[in-house]
């Protein structure tokens, strides 16, 4: 089940293996964390100037822990299940001393003093951290063509999208170029990339995963979580990135529940007593003929593995997205208020008339900020302005608090809900960059989970006619994020029992034959 190619050498290809198949191997001795680090890091210098899934290597960063978590396994210490597996993380998670732009010009040279709570529980693991991933700017929208730093592209047609925001993380897992890395997902953020590049992804429920060091987007919305290639890696990285943190006030204090014993349950494939309900808003038409036909397939599949299934119907979803699109420009306002040209980043002093500090603000914001920060700050400006806000934001929050009881509702009648992840397989670059209202409609199926707080996953459950990969979304209530990987797992071992292997052995490879269309930015000489 793990994704293997035949051994090369002693230690096979490094880059194909699963995270729990490295650690594995890491803790056995078979192989070393400098390894394994340099195994990926000679991966990205060969097709990352092809996918562009890396805004910044950290090579020297990521030998240094590589080589420290060696020495300390040599001397016999007791070392964290993951110790030793290289990482890579959305550019939008503070990292000390490694630069932080969320995408945007308006950050282009920051080095942040800090590390996000979350990047302190990777390095306390022992993670070596490979680089920082291109996403849409401040993460908005649904194909990284919004990044102020060029396209990342589709490992499986680079005439296409990865998804977005996190189209770097979810492209540099999908191309072997990190076993696992870090998402955040605030509409869809994580779980469309990994529909549309044939990846695993996780969005916690709201407060399982420190928001401590995240650059907010939406802060009611926004969660990270793991992008991985299989259910049970996720579970892994989800419990080092988990758990109560004291510097985030909505984080839970509630223990996580055990996710990968319940991945482990799910790999044995029954589903037995399991109630799965099928949204019925959230599947019909505006999805494509191949996504719906493979969701049917997924249907039968947990079905035939003993799960319940029903259909049940979430009547205020068809008013998710406009409600998404008032709450998150109306915060997403108010949090970039901070980019302003005299405490982060980019500084512009207009040349021309007087230099007061309300002139270098707007000219910073006018160059350091792309097209759709700025749609989304007029927006939430709007809405939230003294004659508008309670028809805008007010409405837009009544409509929140119907599309939660709709879920309430749901959940009194099955243990999980279940979707396509997107509408469709990736589109191609450009198809969709001026078309905003076309953009957004790609997170209609994930968007109602974020607004409700609830935990979500797309597994990849297949291709569409058109050779690309589609992605299967669950849904589970609140602080029930283990019926995720339980679902998900068993989903996963199903599938790759038809197809007999993973589905990313039928990505196409990317070595040969692509020329470089982006220059790496590697600090550190990769061997
Ligand atoms: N695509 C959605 C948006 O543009 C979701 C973004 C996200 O999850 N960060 O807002």
Known sequence: MTAQTPAAGRTGDLTRRSAADLAAALRAGEVTSVEVTQAHLDRIAAVDGAVHAFLHVSADDAL??????????????????LAGVPIAVKDVVVTKGLPTTAGSKILEGWVPPYDATLVERLRAAGMPILGKTNMDEFAMGSSTEHSAYGNTHNPWDLDRIPGGSGGGSAAAVASFQAPLAIGT??????????????????????????????????????????????????????????????RDSTSL????????????????????????????ELNGEGYQEGVRARFDESIALLAAAGAEVVHVSCPHFDYALAAYYLILPSEASSNLAKFDGMRFGLRVVPTEGSITAER???????????????????????????????????????????????????????DVLVSPTAPTTAFRLGEKLD?????????????????????????????????????????????????????????????????????LDRAPELVAGHEPTHALQTEGTPR
């Open 360 to 414: 270098v603000m707007g000219a910073t914001r006018g160059q350091g900020f792309g097209d759709e920060v700025k749609r989304r700050i007029i927006l939430g400006t709007y809405a939230l302005s003294a004659g508008y806000y309670d028809a805008y934001y007010g409405s837009a929050q009544k409509v929140r608090t119907l599309i939660q009881q709709d879920f309430a509702a749901a959940f009194e009648q099955v």
């Open 185 to 246: 997902d605030t509409g869809g953020s994580i779980r469309q990339p990994g529909a549309v590049t044939g990846t695993v992804g996780v969005k916690p429920t709201y407060g399982g995963v420190s928001r401590y060091g995240l650059i907010a987007l939406a802060s009611s919305l926004d969660q990270a979580g793991p992008v991985t290639r299989t259910v049970l890696d996720s579970a892994l990285l989800h419990e080092v990135i988990g758990g109560h943190d004291p």
């Open 64 to 81: 240094a822990t590589a080589r420290d978590v060696d020495a300390r396994r040599a001397a016999g210490e007791d070392l964290h299940p």
């Open 435 to 503: 078309d905003p209202i076309a953009m957004y409609l790609n997170d209609i199926a994930t968007i109602p989970a974020n607004l409700a707080g609830i935990p979500g996953m797309s597994v990849p459950n297949g291709v569409s006619d058109d050779g690309l990969p589609v992605g299967f979304q669950i849904l589970a209530p609140a602080r029930a994020d283990d019926r995720l990987y339980r679902v998900g797992a068993a989903l996963e071992a199903l599938l790759e029992k038809q197809w007999g292997g993973p589905l």
């Open 253 to 280: 204090t509630d223990p996580l529940p055990d996710l990968v014993a319940a991945a482990r349950a799910g790999q044995g494939g029954d589903l037995t007593g399991v109630r799965v309900g099928i949204v019925d």
